[in-house]
């Protein structure tokens, strides 16, 4: 069974400049998370949806990022302008998302290295 | 936003030894994971702990879920140098939620 996919590996920009990631989450998989993992520190959840339709945005910061998974299997998440302390690694998650589950693993993509520089 | 209290924040051991961390939390949960990360991947699931009291193995890992559901441990007995990594523990309300990750635990094996 193929993982999560996730493209770039590495990015590296300029501050101000815009950037977006793809990631293909494992099939049949209904839900899709992204993570921002700064240096040093544990993955934070940014965006959750459930296929196309979003369930938790809250600590996604709205004016400079945004994600869509508008047929509801891959996504993608822009920033845009870019700021220094977007450095970070950008993983992307998916788990079955079956209604009522109480054990769900989430299953993470190797995940997208950005730069602002 | 919230992340765990993991401890130790990293470890030195020989091969062999075995190695023991923990987590904490401020608040409930009811679904505690440990997962390790290797460089340049992304975390990868080692034990998923369901009930309050739990205490789960898988190969040479032992996991335990807190009693007040609030803590976990990893235990990792014998350590071999592919258990080189960062391990962190995660909590989740329900199967369905996010993932709220602690701190990490950086485990280096020396020669």
């Known amino acids: 069974e193929a993982g999560v996919a996730q493209s770039p590996r590495y990015k590296i920009i300029e501050k101000r400049q815009s950037v977006a990631f793809w990631c293909n989450p494992i099939?049949?998989?209904?839900?899709l998370y992204w993570y921002q993992q700064i240096l040093g520190q544990g993955p934070k959840l940014l965006i959750q949806?459930?296929?196309?339709?979003?369930?938790?945005d809250s600590q996604l910061p709205k004016d400079r990022f945004s994600a869509e998974r508008l047929k509801g299997v891959d996504s993608t998440l822009k920033i845009q302008p870019a700021k220094l302390e977007d450095s970070a690694v950008y993983l992307c998650?998916?788990?079955?998302?079956?209604?009522?589950?109480?054990?769900?693993?989430?299953?993470f993509g190797p995940g997208t290295r950005l730069l602002v520089l | 936003g919230q992340q765990l209290n993991q401890s130790p924040q990293s470890m030195f051991i020989q091969e062999g030894e075995d190695v023991s961390m923990n987590c904490t939390s401020s608040?409930?949960?009811?679904?505690w994971l440990w997962y390790k990360q290797d460089p340049g991947e992304g975390p990868v699931l080692l034990i998923a702990l369901y009930k309050a009291g739990e205490l789960t193995s898988n190969g040479r890992l032992t996991a335990q879920f807190g009693i007040t559901r609030k803590d976990s441990f990893l235990n990792i007995s014998a350590s071999i140098p592919s258990d080189v990594g960062i391990y962190f523990c995660?909590?989740?309300?329900?199967?369905?939620?996010?993932?709220?990750f602690g701190t990490g635990t950086r485990l280096t094996i020396i020669p």
């Open positions: 608040s409930i949960f009811n679904t």
């Open positions: 998650a998916s788990s079955l998302g079956l209604a009522g589950a109480s054990e769900e693993t989430q299953y």
């Open positions: 099939s049949g998989h209904a839900t």
């Open positions: 995660a909590g989740q309300t329900g199967g369905n939620e996010k993932l709220t």
């Open positions: 949806f459930q296929n196309n339709g979003v369930v938790d």
